[in-house]
């Protein structure tokens, strides 16, 4: 028989075949379809353990510390039996054979049924993955976490899981406990509920100590700050403050000094802020220089110091003492501090310096700078050392003393500001000068009969007549032309008497009292004498007779003249003398040997009019809103001043000029207004002008300014006074 005939298939056997070909083909693809679904959750799976391992490494100290707290739970019961396991995978293909005969066309094949997919996948209670499929099968693919995980995670399961064993800590139930926190009373673990209205939810992370913020308006979201809260109550990082009405301090703080921190000083009644850890500033009654120390040593605490001079952009001190100006004028206070050579510190200026050594002293003192570097004296000081008022002792005290410091410089006397006296000389005095309104230094000038010597601290006066055994005292005002009298036997003392005599010799007032005129004096050596008398030719006085030794007067009231006869008869008016004009009026001679009325302006000075006098003296004058001639000219390279044409002379620099000065006749003076012109830089040689300290003042040089000087002659020099300069006319 042959062999393909044997196993040849009818139709039918071929349909059969090709039928269950189809179905096998069918649950291959099923299969294949299922494992690719299986591994898909595998890998989902897979990066569920990293992540979950991720986060309950952050949460396992904070388990362990609870379950720690949680009282240890009774066995669990014992687990039922696991359900059977898969079938195993179907083995491989075999060899192909050879291939066949090409098979009758197969009828259509039935719809294949529905895919398979996974709906669910969870972790069983013995750590076993279940994956639920969509065709209602369940599928244990067995564990998939470690071991240290799987403990991990038993924790959480309620109560242990019934039918999970091992024991260990167990968890109160979830049920309905959704949104609450487990707490522990030390024995009992229990579900405790938030207060509050709702969850509040913090940033992803913060600063440590910083203080939370609301974000929004919420209630529920946190934010972090820049503002932290130190374990001890310091508050740092606030970059500014908002407006306030006021800010109370602790009136009573307990509060140790630092630099930057302000705070309340009971003892002072005042904010006080750390300038160092040592040195704290009470505001409104201290006041601190930063200073670098000039000295080549160490400048101690409590050391009195004066401005040297600037270093590092700020100035420079050194130990201050009062035995000359350099040393004492510019004293800034005393060392807040120890301040090493060439390094910073600080110096008080005026306030309450405390710590010092103060023992030699008694509180009330006043402390003033001494006569050694660095010292001070209670001893007040007197010329030629400076006198510098440095404080009050408050506290005497051997280290701490307390010394309210405020110093005040003494001044020189050319350095008061109406004191004109720069660069004096042996013997110079100050004089009042009422034109500038300044006392001046001036040298004594010698007189008539007297000589001046100027000497260090001295000024004698003597005269050069010479005579006498002493100095003669006289009275403290005197009678014009009176005659003086020693008052006393001394020789030494002048009075004042009521004797006058003219400068004609002749006794105008006085009366004698004595009892008899002698005969050398003129008299008759009789005790007295009435009516007229004359010169007998003897030197002696006796009785004059009328009409012979004088003109009797005729009867009436008349005026007068001698007639032929040696006797006085009436004058007649218009013959004997000038008849004056009727009327009042000031009268002058006419041309005809008569008086007639004078013309005022003409004849003589209108009391009222206005004319011009020259060459006419006024004696003790009273003169009201007078005016003085003004003259206006230009300098050119020379100019000669003429008091001619006034007394006020405004004079404009054209070019560098020489001034001659007019004739320097005693008791004169005038104003001299100089002025620059448009260019300015002008300059001025002064010729005959005595200056102060003799040196001429340096003119303002700005274009159009001007200086105003005044000038006084005595007979033989001008001498000349600054009044002001750099004015804007």
């Given amino acids: 028989m042959d062999i393909e005939k044997v196993f040849e298939l009818s139709d039918d056997d071929l349909t059969l075949k090709s039928a269950t070909n189809a179905v096998y083909e069918a649950r291959e693809m099923q299969k294949k379809r299922l494992s690719e679904n299986v591994q898909a959750v595998l890998q989902a799976l897979t990066q569920m353990k990293s992540s979950i391992e991720g986060k309950y490494d952050d949460i396992a100290v ?14 669990g019961r014992d687990g039922v039996d696991g359900r059977p396991g898969r079938d195993g995978r179907d083995g491989k293909d075999g060899a192909p054979g050879r291939a066949g005969r090409d098979g009758a066309a ?19 209670f013995d750590n076993s993955l279940v994956i639920e499929l969509s065709n209602g099968r369940q599928v244990n693919v067995g564990e998939i976490l470690p071991p240290d995980i799987s403990d991990r995670l038993k924790v959480i399961i309620n109560q242990g899981a019934s039918g999970g064993g091992g024991g260990g800590a167990s968890l109160p139930d979830q049920t309905g406990n959704a949104g609450k926190f487990l ?28 203080i939370a913020r609301f974000d929004s308006t919420t209630g529920k979201l946190l934010q972090n700050s820049v503002v932290t809260v130190s374990d001890t109550g310091a508050v740092a990082g606030v970059t500014s403050l908002a407006t306030a009405s006021y800010v109370d301090f602790n009136t009573s703080p307990t509060v140790t000094n630092a630099a930057g921190r302000l705070y309340w000083d009971s003892t002072q009644k005042t904010l006080s802020v750390g300038l160092t850890t040592d040195i704290a500033a009470d505001i409104g009654q201290t006041l601190y220089a930063y200073v670098t120390n000039d000295e080549a040593v160490t ?45 910073t510190g600080l110096v008080l200026c005026q306030g309450v310096q405390d710590g010092l050594d103060l023992s030699a002293y008694t509180a009330g003192d006043t402390l003033y700078l001494g006569s050694t570097a660095g010292t001070l004296t209670n001893t007040k000081p007197y010329a030629p050392n400076h006198l510098v008022y440095i404080g009050v002792v408050e506290r005497a005290n051997a280290g701490n003393g307390r010394l309210y410091v405020r110093v005040q410089n ?15 000389t042996n013997g110079q005095v100050l004089i009042y000068n009422e034109s500038t309104s300044l006392w001046e230094k001036n040298t004594l000038t010698a007189g008539s009969g007297i000589t001046v010597t100027n000497g260090a601290g001295s000024i004698t006066i003597a005269s050069s007549g010479g005579g006498g055994t002493g100095d003669v005292v006289g009275p403290a005002s005197s009678t014009d032309n009176a005659v003086a009298r020693f008052d006393g036997t001394t020789g030494k003392l002048v009075q004042n008497s009521s004797f006058v005599v003219n400068d004609s010799g002749e006794v105008t007032t006085g009366v004698w009292k004595g009892t008899e005129v002698t005969v050398p004096y003129g008299g008759t050596g009789v005790a007295s004498l009435t009516g007229i008398v004359k010169g007998n030719g003897s030197s002696a006085f006796s009785a004059a007779t009328a009409g012979t030794d004088y003109l009797e007067p005729p009867s ?96 404009t620099l054209t070019g560098n000029a020489t ?41 303002t040089s700005t274009a159009s300014k001007q200086d105003i000087f005044s000038f006084f002659a005595d007979g033989t020099n001008w001498y000349g006074v600054t009044v002001a300069q750099n004015y804007t006319p």
């Fill in 183 to 210: 707490t522990t009373d030390g024995s009992e673990a229990s579900w405790g509920t938030p207060a509050g209205s709702g969850d509040v939810v913090g940033p992803a992370s913060s600063t440590d100590n910083a």
């Fill in 410 to 424: 003494g001044f020189e006397m050319d350095e008061l500001h109406n004191v004109s006296a720069q660069n004096p």
């Fill in 62 to 75: 904070a388990l362990e510390n609870r379950i720690a707290n949680i009282r240890d739970g009774v066995d």
């Fill in 106 to 124: 197969g009828r259509d094949g039935i719809d294949g049924q529905d895919g398979v997919s996974v709906v669910n996948a969870y972790l069983d």
């Fill in 299 to 343: 400048i101690n605490k409590g050391q009195p110091v004066y401005m040297y001079a600037a270093q590092g952009d700020r100035v420079s001190v050194k130990l201050a003492y009062n035995t000359g100006d350099a040393t004492s004028a510019k004293t800034l206070g005393v060392c807040a501090e120890n301040i090493a050579a060439g390094q």
């Fill in 556 to 651: 009436g009231t008349a005026i007068l003249k001698a007639n032929s006869g040696g006797a006085l008869a009436n004058a007649t008016a218009g013959t004997d003398y000038l008849a004056p004009p009727s009327g009042t009026a000031i009268l002058k001679a006419n041309s005809g040997g008569a008086l007639a009325n004078a013309t005022a302006g003409t004849d003589y000075v209108s009391p009222t009019g206005t004319e011009t006098l020259t060459n006419k003296t006024l004696t003790n004058p009273t003169v009201t809103n007078y005016v003085e001639t003004p003259f206006t000219a230009n300098s050119g390279t020379a100019i000669t001043l003429a008091l001619t044409n006034g007394t006020v002379q405004i004079i």
């Fill in 659 to 699: 001034i001659t000065m007019p004739t320097a006749t005693s008791g004169k003076s005038f104003l001299l207004m100089l002025k620059q012109d448009g260019t300015g830089s002008r300059t001025v040689t002064w010729s005959t002008v005595k200056w102060s300290a003799g040196t001429a003042p340096t003119i």
